[in-house]
C-alpha cells in the first residue's frame, strides 16, 4: 500500500482528472486500500471544510471558477491604481475572486458601482485571480456608425458608406482618436441629439484604409443588411437574465458531457457523453448523450429578445468577425456551456445498436456542468496515441467511448448513403492586423465526423420526437434536384468518360457512386462541384419533405439554437410537447411558423451571401500584391463573356474575358456548355487545365481578371484576332457568305425536286 498523498496532491489530481473524482477513484489513482480509506476519507472531509473543494453527491471538484465572458461589478481602484471588479454571480462559498480591469484606450472610463461584461483570464501568482477585458458596459448600448473620416479644421466629418444614406456625423477635434483623413472608421453617437445640425459621434475604433483587409467583413454587413447593433431594449433584457437553476431539471452535474468545438471557439452550445450500454438485448450498443443550451429558457416567444433573434434568423460568420443572433450576455455566457460551470441544457439519451441504428431516444430538461472544454485537434490527437494533459485523464472513461460510438454509427450511415461531397472548405487566415496571412484548406478529422455524426442523430430525434407528438415544428428540407439539373451532371460526367445512371428514381446512392469513378482522377472536383451545383437550396418548413442530401425521412435542426432561430423554433415546441414549462411554443407562433420558415429561409441566405463576397473581396486582397504572376487552375464555368477558372493555389474564381483568350475567337455553344474555337475548333470545357495570368485583383469589389497562357498544356497564341467565325464579320465577308447561302438553297431545291 502507497503512504497516503498530501491535500496538495489531492487538489492537484482532482483538477487534472475531472471525471475521475470519487472517493473511490481517488483511493484507486493513489494505490490506497483497507483502513487507509479511513484518513483519506478525513482528508478529503478538511479540504472540503477549508474551501479547496466542494463535494456533490459522490464526487468532489474543485472549487467554482468563474465563466470567461462574466458579469462584473466595478470595485474601484486599488492602491496601485489597477481597477478591480467583482463578479455578480458567484457559486463558490467562499470569498468571490477579484479581477483586474485591463482596458484600452478607447474603452470608456469606469467608476465603482458601473456593471460591465467582460472576457476574463485566469491568472497565478497575483492579488487577483482573473484579468478582465472590457466587453461593454452594461446598461449602455451605443449606436455604432461605419464610414469614411472627412478631415476638417476642428474634427471632422463622418461620411457614409452606404449609396442609399445620405446621413452624415460631425466629430470634435478631441474625439477624433488619431483617425486620418480618408480612413474607414467606426464610431459611436454621443449626447443627445440636437434640434439643428448633424448628430455627434465619437470615433472608437480605426479600420483604416477602406480598400484593406480589415473593412472587408464590415462593408459586406452593411450591404447585405445584416443587423449588427442590438436595440436598447434587447441589451437591458439580456443582462437582466439570471441563470437557470435545478427546479423543474433533471441534475445531468455529474454526467461528463465534454464540449469539442474549433480550437477558438467563444460559445458552446452543445456537449456530448458516450458509454457502452449495459443493457443485455443491445450487446455491444451504446448510449450516446447529445445535451444543448437551453436558449427557450432565456429567449422566450413575444420578448424584445425573441423578435430581434427572429429578425436575425442566424449568426453571421467572417474571417474576422461574428455577428450574432444573440447579445453576449447570452451568446458568450449564460447559453455557452462553458467548462466547470453549471448551465441550463435540453439533452436527449439515445440508444444506437452495435451497428448503429437507433433504437430508443428521450428527452430531458436538465443542468449540467461540463468537465472540459475540447477542441477538434487535441481530441483528435489524443484517440491517435498522443494526448495531451487535458485529455489524458478523459482517455479511458470519455475520449475512447466517444469514438466507438462513433464508429458505430459510421456503419450505418455507410448503409443508408447520404451524399458524400469531398469539397475542401476554405479558410482565410488573418495576421493581427486583419491582413490575409494565407488561404488554407480546413482539415477534416475524424473528431470533425463524430461529432458531426451525434448532432445529425441528435436532430433526426427531435424530428421525429415532435411528430410522435404531433407538435409542430420547423422542418429542415432539402428537395431532390431538378430533371434538368440531373441531365446537366449526366452530360458532364459523359464528357469525362464517367456514367450516372438514367431511367430510375434518383437516390443520393447513384450520385455517390458516380463520385466514387471520379475519385483519384483529374475530373474529381470537377464532378463534385457539378454534384453540388445540382443540389436544390435547403430551407425550412413546417411541411415535411424531407431531406434528400442526408437520406432522412423527417430532419429537423435542434443542436445551435445560439446561432439559428430554427433550433430555438424545435426547443420550444420540444418544452410545449413535454409540458416543461411556459417557455414553449404558443398558438400565435405556431399560426406564423410558414412565415417564419420562409423569413430565416431568406436571412441565411443573406448571410450566405454576404459571407462569399466578403472571401472574394478578401482573396482578392490577398491576390493584389501578385498581380502579373501565372497560376495554375481549372475551367470552373463558361459563359458568353469568357470562362471562369478556379485558381489551384486560393482556390479563388477569375474571369478570363472573351478578349482574353487569344487571338482565335470562341463562339460559346450553349446546348453543350462549351466554347468552341473559331479556327481549330478547339473546345474549352469544364474541368480542362489552363495556365492564367493575373490582370487584375480589385479589393474593393473582389473581381478578379485573368489573362490565358495555356490551354490543356498547350500555349495560347496572343495578338491580332481573326473573325472567322465571329458573329459580325467585315461587309465584304458578310455578302461572300449571302452569295454563297443562296447558290446552296437552290441545290437543295433541285435535289428536292
Not at 439570471?242 to 445531468?252: F, M, Q, V
Not at 430538461?365 to 487535441?378: D, F, H, I, K, V
Not at 468552341?676 to 489552363?690: F, K, N, P
Request: charged share 30%.
Amino acid at each position: 500500500m502507497n503512504k497516503l498523498p498530501s491535500k496538495d496532491e489531492i487538489i492537484t489530481w482532482i483538477s487534472e482528472n475531472p471525471t475521475l473524482t470519487a472517493k473511490r477513484d481517488i483511493a484507486k489513482a493513489f494505490g490506497i486500500k483497507g483502513a487507509a480509506r479511513i484518513d483519506l476519507k478525513r482528508m478529503m472531509k478538511e479540504l472540503e471544510d477549508e474551501g479547496h473543494l466542494k463535494r456533490r453527491k459522490k464526487t468532489y471538484r474543485e472549487a467554482d471558477t468563474l465563466s470567461p465572458v462574466s458579469v462584473l461589478r466595478v470595485v474601484g481602484p486599488n492602491g496601485d491604481g489597477d481597477l478591480l471588479a467583482e463578479p455578480m454571480e458567484w457559486q463558490g462559498e467562499g470569498e468571490a475572486p477579484r479581477v483586474m480591469m485591463v482596458l484600452k484606450g478607447s474603452d470608456p472610463a469606469l467608476g465603482g458601482g458601473d456593471q460591465i461584461l467582460a472576457r476574463l483570464t485566469q491568472v497565478t501568482g497575483e492579488a487577483h485571480g482573473y484579468e478582465g477585458r472590457l466587453i461593454r458596459r452594461i446598461g449602455t448600448n451605443p449606436s455604432l456608425v461605419l464610414g469614411i473620416f472627412r478631415a476638417g479644421a476642428e474634427g471632422g466629418r463622418i461620411l457614409p458608406i452606404d449609396k442609399g444614406e445620405q446621413k452624415e456625423w460631425t466629430v470634435a477635434a478631441g474625439e477624433v482618436n488619431g483617425a486620418k483623413d480618408g480612413e474607414l472608421v467606426e464610431a459611436a453617437a454621443i449626447g443627445p441629439k440636437a434640434r439643428m445640425g448633424l448628430p455627434k459621434a465619437r470615433i472608437v475604433n480605426r479600420i483604416g484604409d477602406p480598400t484593406q483587409p480589415r473593412a472587408v467583413s464590415l462593408i459586406a454587413i452593411h450591404q447585405h443588411g445584416i443587423p449588427d447593433r442590438f436595440p436598447d431594449a434587447v441589451i437591458a433584457e439580456a443582462d437582466s437574465m439570471k441563470p437557470a437553476g435545478l427546479k423543474g431539471r433533471e441534475d445531468l452535474r455529474n454526467l461528463p458531457l465534454v464540449t469539442i468545438d474549433p480550437h477558438d471557439a467563444r460559445d458552446h452550445d452543445d456537449a456530448c457523453f458516450a458509454e457502452a450500454d449495459t443493457d443485455p438485448e443491445n450487446v455491444g450498443g451504446h448510449i450516446i448523450w447529445v445535451a444543448i443550451a437551453d436558449v427557450a429558457h432565456y429567449v422566450r416567444p413575444g420578448t424584445a429578445l425573441d423578435r430581434e433573434a427572429r429578425k436575425r434568423g442566424n449568426s453571421s460568420y467572417f474571417p474576422d468577425r461574428v455577428v450574432p443572433m444573440l447579445p453576449d450576455r447570452l451568446s458568450g455566457d449564460l447559453c455557452s456551456l462553458h467548462e466547470g460551470v453549471p448551465r441550463a441544457c435540453i439533452a436527449v439519451r439515445m440508444q444506437v445498436s452495435a451497428q448503429g441504428e437507433k433504437i430508443s431516444h428521450s428527452f430531458v430538461r436538465g443542468l449540467m456542468t461540463s468537465p472540459a472544454s475540447l477542441n477538434y485537434q487535441e481530441v483528435q490527437a489524443a484517440q491517435d496515441g498522443a494526448p495531451n494533459d487535458k485529455c489524458a485523464p478523459l482517455m479511458g472513461d470519455v475520449i475512447a467511448p466517444l469514438y466507438e460510438a462513433y464508429y458505430a454509427l459510421r456503419e450505418a450511415r455507410a448503409v443508408r448513403q447520404p451524399l458524400e461531397l469531398d469539397l475542401p472548405e476554405r479558410k482565410i487566415v488573418l495576421t493581427d492586423d486583419g491582413d490575409v496571412a494565407s488561404i488554407d484548406y480546413a482539415e477534416r478529422l475524424d473528431a470533425h465526423r463524430m461529432i458531426e455524426e451525434f448532432m445529425v442523430l441528435a436532430n433526426v430525434c427531435a424530428a421525429e420526437e415532435l411528430i410522435a407528438r404531433k407538435t409542430a415544428q420547423l422542418f429542415r428540407v432539402h428537395e431532390e434536384p431538378s430533371v434538368e439539373k440531373i441531365d446537366s451532371l449526366r452530360e458532364v460526367a459523359q464528357a469525362s468518360g464517367l456514367t450516372l445512371a438514367k431511367g430510375q428514381v434518383l437516390k443520393t446512392m447513384h450520385l455517390n457512386r458516380l463520385l466514387k469513378q471520379a475519385e483519384g482522377m483529374e475530373e474529381a472536383e470537377l464532378i463534385n462541384m457539378s454534384t453540388l451545383r445540382s443540389m436544390s437550396q435547403a430551407y425550412y418548413s413546417k411541411e415535411n419533405f424531407s431531406h434528400f442530401g442526408l437520406a432522412l425521412r423527417a430532419y429537423s435542426h435542434f443542436t445551435s439554437p445560439i446561432r439559428r432561430y430554427a433550433d430555438l423554433v424545435v426547443h420550444r415546441a420540444l418544452v410545449a410537447s413535454h409540458g416543461w414549462g411556459d417557455d414553449g411554443l404558443t398558438a400565435e407562433d405556431e399560426a406564423g411558423l410558414e412565415e417564419t420558415a420562409q423569413h430565416i429561409s431568406s436571412t441565411e441566405r443573406r448571410s450566405m451571401l454576404a459571407e462569399r463576397d466578403t472571401t472574394d473581396r478578401y482573396l482578392a486582397s490577398y491576390l493584389n500584391k501578385r498581380v502579373g504572376e501565372s497560376f495554375g487552375g481549372k475551367v470552373s464555368g463558361i459563359a458568353r463573356f469568357g470562362i471562369f477558372v478556379k485558381l489551384d493555389e486560393t482556390g479563388a474564381d477569375g474571369l478570363v474575358p472573351m478578349r482574353e483568350l487569344g487571338r482565335e475567337f470562341f463562339n460559346y455553344d450553349a446546348d453543350r456548355g462549351v466554347l468552341v474555337g473559331s479556327e481549330t475548333r478547339r473546345e474549352i470545357s469544364l474541368g480542362l487545365r489552363v495556365k492564367v495570368k493575373l490582370a487584375e485583383a480589385a479589393p474593393v469589389t473582389g473581381g478578379i481578371v485573368l489573362e490565358l497562357l495555356e490551354l490543356d498544356g498547350k500555349p495560347v497564341q496572343h495578338g491580332f484576332r481573326s473573325h472567322k467565325g465571329r458573329g459580325k464579320p467585315p461587309k465584304r465577308a458578310q455578302a461572300k457568305a449571302k452569295t454563297k447561302a443562296a447558290k446552296t438553297k437552290r441545290k437543295v431545291e433541285r435535289k428536292r425536286k
